[in-house]
């Protein structure tokens, strides 16, 4: 049985062929500080060219691939990176974050009454007044999302006050009464504009809302009760002094008319995001009751 081992099979090389190894309980003497551990091999033999696979003796360990072959590089490190410390990329809370720092948003479109306004601050009722005369569309997209309870009420009553004087036979019978008759009539009539404005401006914005638009009601409701004043304010001025039957009053009345039509149309289309035919549908009804109250009651 010489030249055998049992269970490692046939070995046929010579002694010097053969690895030299340790004498069996002494342990071999590890390579220097910092240097890789390399194999021996035996003189005149080298190892096996990259990328050939080695054929190892009966009863050794078979491995696959080279192991000798380099592993790939590690990426280079960049110290500026998003997530290095001193050069992290904030993001709020209610922000996602890739994973290289990154940060992204869902996407909102804006709505009216949802938030502050998107064009500037709140106008003062100076450049609120003027504003719907001069540039009105730049002022209700301004306005759209703030309230102007304050000059709606007092410009509708003014107008409400004055109002009465714009009939003839109102005219007559308020300067024919005493005057404690008289300043009761006269408030209970501006008071009664203000109502009939709350109203009407609410049916335009319900149908606004119908229609598709999502406009906040305040800024809807009190813009529309100054556009009705401040428009029927020139054929009230001219009715005033030449009465309500006069043909330059009816034809001012008509122009003001249209002129309500084209306001109402621009505040209800900024303010509810609405395309103009349905903007104007919906100041269909409000423009109906002021032509058949003010203007027809006169004409």
Known sequence: MAGFRIGRGRDNRTPQQRPQRAPYGAAAAPPPYGQPQQQQWPQGQQPYPHGQQQQQPYGEPEYFGDPYAQAPAAPAHDPYA????????????????????????????????????PSGPRLHW???????????????????????????????????????????????????????????????TGVMFVVGGLILGAVTHTLARQLGGDGAWQPTVGLSMIIMAMTDAPRLLFALFLGGENT?????????????????????????????????????????????????GTI
């Open 248 to 296: 330059l009053v009816q034809i001012v009345g008509w122009l003001s008319w249209l002129a309500a039509g084209a306001l109402f149309t621009s505040m209800v289309s900024k303010s509810h995001d609405l395309h103009w035919p349905k903007a104007l549908g919906a100041s269909a009804i409000q423009l109906v009751a002021l032509l058949s109250l003010l203007k027809l």
């Open 126 to 188: 100076k450049q609120l007044l003027s504003g719907i005369v001069m540039r009105p569309g730049p002022t209700f997209w301004q306005m759209r999302d703030h309230a102007v309870w304050g000059p709606a009420l007092v410009v509708t009553f003014l107008y409400g006050l004055l109002a009465l004087f714009g009939f003839d036979q109102a005219r007559e019978e308020a300067i024919n009464a005493t005057l404690s008759t008289a300043i009761p009539y006269v408030l209970v």
């Open 82 to 117: 998003a997530n290095n410390p001193g050069h992290t990329r904030a993001f709020s809370i209610h922000d996602e974050a890739y994973d290289d720092g990154s940060a992204y948003q869902d996407g909102a479109t804006y709505q009216a009454g949802a938030g502050p306004a």
